[in-house]
């Protein structure tokens, strides 16, 4: 769904839409598998750092592989039953290289330290 750039007062709304649309056809690309229904994930962020939380039944750590571009996050798991890849869009732009993760019972945690939204240039 493609809107302009303005302020709009339902932001929020569409973005929830958009979400649960993404979720519903498992994922951001359609060429990507998606965890369907056994997965749910989260992003949280504050004023320092963004974190993601996903619920990934039946997946073993070392089946999981997590990259990170800087703007969104891609979590793919090959398990003798399926495979799944999942794309996260962040709501900021994060330091990839400060990523720390846990997973714990099916739980997988990431965390990121958020960069500045833009660099300064110096102009000779």
Known sequence: MRRDDRDDPFDD??????RMMNQMTGGIDAGDAGFGGDAHVSVYEDDD???????LPGVDKDDLTIQCDGRRVTIAATTD????KERIELPARVDEHSASATFNNGVLEVE???TGSSADIDLS
């Open 112 to 114: 990121f330290e958020r």
């Open 81 to 84: 039953h399926s495979d799944y």
């Open 49 to 55: 750092e963004i974190r993601v939380v996903a619920d």
């Open 13 to 18: 709304i569409f973005d929830e839409i958009e």
